[in-house]
């Protein structure tokens, strides 16, 4: 409802007064929603989860905490959040490689070091957040995954990985629980240290395609000179 001014009828109307709730604000709620988002993975990739408050996702996104605090009530559902709208469709679409190309190990291979690669340029935050909040020894990150989705997802990838070596399609050496790891080693390592090889005459020059080149080499064929 609008108001006139009663000192002067010919004014244009009053406008409303604001009602409690969702903060006013020249960004629309899903574009606000997603870059406090952004902001909170990026810190969470500088300085971790446990260090990073929620005041300080607000400071760093420029909002007051009341306005971060309509949209995440606490870290732990921001986190939920995240995991649920950033994280989770990576995973799903770890499964579709694997189900996209089931009877062949070295495609499947390529495919996922292709994926981590494409992840990991398109979005600056995924090398270090997932270092540290995955393979690290008390992540955080990692820990809330198994809370919500359990094991079956890795489970379902390993059984796969070893029934390949049953039937004499995979290296019988290669450990299975290894694989992620080794695909993130052999490639956001190297992504990473990019930024120091600026001035480095052998390196200076290799980009994110060169890494995925290198990677897959090595995990299809290995070290050994083809015959």
Known sequence: MVTRNADNPAAPPEPPARR??????????LEQRNRLLDTA??????????????????????????????????????????????IQPRRAAISKIFD???????????????????AATEDPWFPAFWM?????????????IQQRYGSLHQQSVLDCIARWQAEGRLNRDFEPSLLFMTIFGLTI???????????????????????????????????????
Request: proline share 8%; no cysteine.
């Open 41 to 86: 993975l990026q810190l969470f990739s500088r300085q971790g989860i446990v260090e990073t408050p929620l005041s300080a996702i607000a400071h760093e996104a420029g909002v007051t905490p009341a306005m971060l605090h309509y949209y995440f009530k606490t870290r732990d559902q921001l986190l939920d959040v995240l995991i649920e709208e950033r």
């Open 20 to 29: 409690p709730g969702r903060p006013s604000g020249s960004v629309n709620g």
């Open 132 to 144: 540290r909040e995955v393979f690290s020894d008390n992540g955080v990150l990692r820990q809330r």
């Open 189 to 227: 390592l190297p992504l990473i240290a990019t930024k120091t090889w600026q001035n480095d005459p052998l390196r200076s020059k290799l980009g994110p395609a060169d890494i995925a080149r290198h990677a897959i080499a090595i995990l299809s064929g290995g070290v050994s000179p083809k015959p």
């Open 100 to 118: 996209a190309n089931a009877g062949d190990p070295v495609t499947i291979i390529t495919r996922l070091v292709e994926g981590v690669m494409k």
